[in-house]
């Protein structure tokens, strides 16, 4: 299991093109599962490939296309 920052699935899975605080969203309504760890969150990185690829892939919840 790898764990990922919220800045590292912004740059891995959307090539910077979804922010931070776009990422903070999707995990607040669900859409991506994270853990918290102190004032950190840490996400989970076989669903997000699972869900989105290996990365560079368009998010459409996110309204981004590539």
Known sequence: MKYMTVAEVSNYFFDGKISRGQI????????ISAIRVGSKYL?????????????????????VAQ
Request: glycine letters at 14%; one cysteine or more.
């Open 24 to 31: 903070y969203n999707l995990i607040k309504n669900g859409e």
């Open 43 to 63: 996400v989970l990185q076989e669903p997000l490939i699972e869900k989105f690829g290996k990365g560079g892939i368009a998010c459409e919840t996110c309204n």
